[in-house]
Each structure stands twice: as structure tokens, then as C-alpha cells.
Antibody, heavy 122, light 106 residues
Framework: EVQLVESGGGLVKPGGSLRLSCAASGFTFSHYDMNWVRQAPGEGLEWVSS????????YYADSVKGRFTISRDNAKNSLYLQMNSLRAEDRAVYYC???????????????WGQGTLVTVSS | SYELTQPPSVSVSPGQTASIPCSGDKLGDKYASWYQQKPGQSPVLVMYQDTKRPSGIPERLSGSNSGNTATLTISGTQAMDEADYYC?????????FGGGTKLTVL
């Protein structure tokens, strides 16, 4: 059974940093592109970042470029999102998600974690 | 930047057909995916590469994509189909989601 379990969310002050982690199991992690997608309370889905299986391709939304860094450790079956210079508008549930969407022949995100809430407030 | 536009809401009577459109410039030249999200739950993939259903998704859900519009169609709509639906595509190194459509089954 595929499982994606996020951790690391919480309350942080504006300008602060946070590192999200996602533990993956039930599939060959290194074979899959992975993504972070966020959803502000009561709002729609917003793509944050994608990384290919070998980390050879990495993409970011303009809203986080230069502040967030996606990475993965295939030996540990883990995905990460380092978030710096956090702003109030970064407040959202952050989902770890498996799927090849950052490509022209994308097949969609087929598995999502339960999400971890990030709140940015003084 | 590329945008996908969806109507905020669509209403349908039980047993009828619901169509949820998603529009974007030359969207028909790209692949569209669709996600269903119920309150308090993570999204679920219900359609990918325009017309393909993942395992476990009922046949009464279908998709199309041509010109500037992709459409998710739900035939014989049931109460369990009431949810938010999001379209998604890839353009110029960016993954784009539509704003979402709330499907209400009256």
C-alpha cells in the first residue's frame, strides 16, 4: 500500500524557516517524480514544486522560487521542502504527492499524503 | 503565466449528467488531469491524459479536451459525486491548477 506521511508543519513567524518532510512507503520511491502542493484554508490547490526521481529535474512555482528548496533522499525514501523567508501568504496545508505532472506527457498525481499545516504568524 | 479557468459552481440533479469545463489557451494541445476533493480529505485523481480513468474510478466519469476547453463529464450523477473538482495541466515548466468547481447534487 502506497503511503505518504508528511511532518514538520507548525507555527512560524514571518521571515522564519521550516523544513517539511515526507516519508514514502509501498513503492519504489526513486522511480517516481514527487511534488509539493499546497492549499490555503478554504482555497484551491496550488502547485509548489516538483522533483524527478533522480533529482535531475526540479521546478518551482514563481511564488516560492528563491525561498523554497525541494530535495529528496532516495536511500531514505524521503522528500523534503526547505522553506525560508516565510510569509503570511504561505499559510496552507502542504501535501506531499506522487506523480509525473511536471512534463508534457504528465499522468497526474496518483497519491497524496494527508497534508501538514503551516501557519505563518507573529 | 498560464491560467486555467473553471466555473466556481455547477449544480445537477441526481441521475442527470454534469459537465465541468476547464478553459485555457490552446489547452487541447496539452494533457489535462482532474482531481476530486471532498471536505476534509486529500484530492483524488479521477482523470489523466484527458480521457484516462485511474483504476477504481467509475466509468460514468469521462473526459475530453479540444481547442481551449477540457471537460469532465459525470453521467448518472450520484450524491457521492458532490465535491470540489480541479483541472490541472503543464505549461512552460509550471504545473497549473484551475481554481476549482464545486459540484452540488441537488
Amino acid at each position: 500500500e502506497v503511503q505518504l506521511v508528511e511532518s514538520g508543519g507548525g507555527l512560524v513567524k514571518p521571515g522564519g524557516s521550516l523544513r517539511l518532510s515526507c516519508a514514502a512507503s509501498g513503492f519504489t520511491f526513486s522511480h517516481y517524480d514527487m511534488n509539493w502542493v499546497r492549499q490555503a484554508p478554504g482555497e484551491g490547490l496550488e502547485w509548489v514544486s516538483s522533483i524527478s526521481g533522480s533529482s535531475g529535474f526540479i521546478y518551482y512555482a514563481d511564488s516560492v522560487k528563491g525561498r523554497f528548496t525541494i530535495s529528496r533522499d532516495n536511500a531514505k525514501n524521503s522528500l523534503y521542502l526547505q522553506m525560508n523567508s516565510l510569509r503570511a501568504e504561505d499559510r496552507a496545508v502542504y501535501y506531499c504527492a506522487r506523480g509525473a505532472v511536471a512534463r508534457s506527457d504528465g499522468v497526474g498525481i496518483d497519491y497524496w499524503g494527508q497534508g501538514t499545516l503551516v501557519t505563518v504568524s507573529s | 503565466s498560464y491560467e486555467l479557468t473553471q466555473p466556481p459552481s455547477v449544480s445537477v440533479s441526481p441521475g442527470q449528467t454534469a459537465s465541468i469545463p476547464c478553459s485555457g489557451d490552446k489547452l487541447g494541445d496539452k494533457y489535462a488531469s482532474w482531481y476530486q476533493q471532498k471536505p476534509g480529505q486529500s484530492p483524488v485523481l479521477v482523470m489523466y491524459q484527458d480521457t484516462k480513468r485511474p483504476s477504481g474510478i467509475p466509468e460514468r466519469l469521462s473526459g475530453s479536451n479540444s481547442g481551449n476547453t477540457a471537460t469532465l463529464t459525470i453521467s448518472g450523477t450520484q450524491a457521492m459525486d458532490e465535491a470540489d473538482y480541479y483541472c490541472q495541466a503543464w505549461d512552460s515548466s509550471t504545473v497549473v491548477f484551475g481554481g476549482g468547481t464545486k459540484l452540488t447534487v441537488l
